[in-house]
């Protein structure tokens, strides 16, 4: 099968960590080479930011990334580019006059709105991913939410329009059907983790206290890092350390950076919490294996890929339970759920430092869980058979004939 893969502000070829780079990036990725290594033939596409990178580029993991001009060839935060997305638009659709995709795969909410465009003019069926909704964010941070005045319309037109919405937990799936997106049309499919890469078996980054606490992800309020801040003056002997970022030299002009510095100093605290900035992802396994529990406090989380990371490498994890974190952490067996109180917070996690049989416990089932429902190969086996659903029965019959003849 030939697959578009639309994502227009997070390439998988990104650097993670940067304030619109995350799990989406990840995502995209890792569904692509799985999907790829099951023999499909998938083309990323996503908004040029340099002038001079090529125009595709062929990545070694067996997908293709094309770089596509829309608007002007720098980086632009996520929430203003939803003017170019007219011209993104129509350059998918020239691209696919020439070479028609049998499925375009939108992720977000203005790939889809891009998608859906090209796919009118060219008679492409588009899936749709949204990672975040419009109306969770605005529920969430009212008058800070920066998105587009558009966004919960368009999202809304998108869920009509496409003809599967793949959702990643049971939380966005009950927020879709809210929205007015048919039931029927709706798919759960989570993410997933590179069991290859994360998993307890390997080193350990070094750390500077008996107890390691251990927080990742983009340096923006809503992650909730104040949290876990304000449990720490009472967890003697134990540093908080968060992963994710600008690169460590650019923290001290980063304003969440400064807000949450400027916190632990008022707790008295400052001495016991790092920041890493940005990491590189090769690196993470081993800062996952030198923690003794991984922190997730999100004010909302629409999947959450930090804690199946952590749970692969047999670390436990203690989230706010919010949005996909309650499908994927199971209370009590490979974590726990603890609501966003710093006191019950702090609680929880003496508890849980005080008693390494009771992390071991969390850990071996973590790893489990991850290994029979989170594995790249069974996320993008589940995909490719939403999107064989819903196309027409003689295009089906043209992609099983495609696929046998590749493998023969």
Aim: a neutral charge; aromatic letters at 4%.
């Amino acid at each position: 099968m030939r697959i578009a893969m639309v994502s227009e502000h997070a390439s998988p070829l990104a650097a993670l960590g940067d304030v619109d780079a995350g799990g989406q990036n990840v995502h995209v990725g890792e569904l692509s080479a799985a999907l790829a290594r099951l023999g499909h033939d998938v083309t990323v596409y996503t908004r040029r930011t340099d002038p001079v990178s090529a125009d595709r580029i062929e990545h070694d993991r067996g997908y293709a990334v094309v770089h596509v001009p829309a608007g002007p060839p720098r980086s632009i935060p996520k929430d203003e580019l939803y003017p170019y997305m007219g011209e993104f638009g129509q350059r998918l659709a020239e691209s696919w006059q020439v070479d028609p995709p049998d499925m375009a795969h939108a992720h977000f909410w203005m790939s889809g709105l891009a998608s859906v465009l090209a796919g009118r003019i060219v008679d492409v069926p588009v899936a749709q991913t949204y990672h975040a909704l419009g109306t969770v964010k605005r529920r969430f941070q009212r008058k800070a939410d920066t998105s587009p005045a558009e966004r919960i319309g368009i999202e809304r037109m998108i869920g009509r329009h496409a003809v599967q919405v793949i959702a990643t937990c049971t939380d966005e799936l009950r927020e879709l059907v809210r929205m007015g997106v048919r039931r029927d049309r709706i798919s759960v499919i989570p993410c997933g983790v590179d069991v290859a890469e994360f998993h307890p078996d390997g080193p350990a980054a070094p750390r500077s206290a008996p107890h390691r606490l251990l927080a990742v992800g983009r340096l923006v309020p809503r992650k909730g890092y104040d949290l876990a801040i304000k449990a720490l003056p009472g967890l003697p002997d134990t540093e908080l350390v968060i992963a994710g970022g600008p690169p460590a030299g650019d923290l001290g002009a980063d304003d969440e950076a400064r807000r949450l510095v400027a916190l632990a100093d008022r707790l008295g605290v400052a001495d016991r919490l790092r920041l890493l900035g940005q990491v590189a992802r090769a690196d993470m396994p081993a800062l996952f294996r030198s923690a003794d529990a991984v922190v997730c406090t999100p004010w909302y989380e629409p999947f959450g890929i930090v804690p199946v990371e952590a749970m692969a490498c047999g670390v436990p994890v203690v989230v706010t339970p919010v949005g996909g974190l309650t499908d994927t952490v199971v209370d009590g067996v490979t974590g726990l759920h603890v609501p966003a109180d710093p006191k019950r917070l702090c609680r929880a996690l003496r508890e849980l430092l005080a008693s390494p049989c009771r992390r071991g416990s969390l850990g071996a089932a973590g790893r489990d869980r991850t290994r029979s429902s989170y594995t790249w190969h069974r996320v993008a086996t589940e995909t490719a058979g939403a999107y064989e659903r819903l196309l027409p029965e003689h295009l089906v019959s043209v992609v099983d004939t495609r696929l046998s003849g590749e493998a023969t």
